[in-house]
């Protein structure tokens, strides 16, 4: 039998990482995440994950259909990264370590 999927989380999964991707209304209402009526979550916030194996956790969000913000890129700092923004409104930079990334 499938394993039954959560539709609601998005877990990608490298080694002992795991970003969690999931919607904050399935939250309960006394959350520290969650923001007074009206206040955007995420406005202004840009979290940066360094990864060793970026292609390959790249692949993963891909490979889960998630929307991508801005693909795989080469940066003129040397560093590769992509984009994403979770179902609340958080801005992530996936980058990679080093250069030979």
Do not use: C
């Not at 209304?25 to 202004?44: F, T, W």
């Not at 360094?50 to 913000?69: F, H, R, S």
């Not at 590769?80 to 609340?88: K, L």
């Amino acid at each position: 039998m499938p394993k039954e999927t959560n539709k609601s989380y998005i877990p990608v999964r490298k080694d002992e990482v795991i970003l969690g991707l999931g919607e904050i209304k399935n939250l309960p209402e006394n959350h520290p995440l969650k923001a007074p009526d009206g206040q955007q979550i995420g406005l202004g916030v840009e979290i940066v994950l360094e990864v060793e194996d970026l292609k390959a956790i790249y692949n993963k969000v891909v490979g889960k259909e998630y929307p991508i913000q801005t693909e795989l890129t080469k940066r003129p700092w040397g560093l590769e990264d992509f984009r994403i923004i979770d179902p609340d409104g958080y801005y992530l930079r996936i980058t990679s370590t080093t250069e030979n990334d």
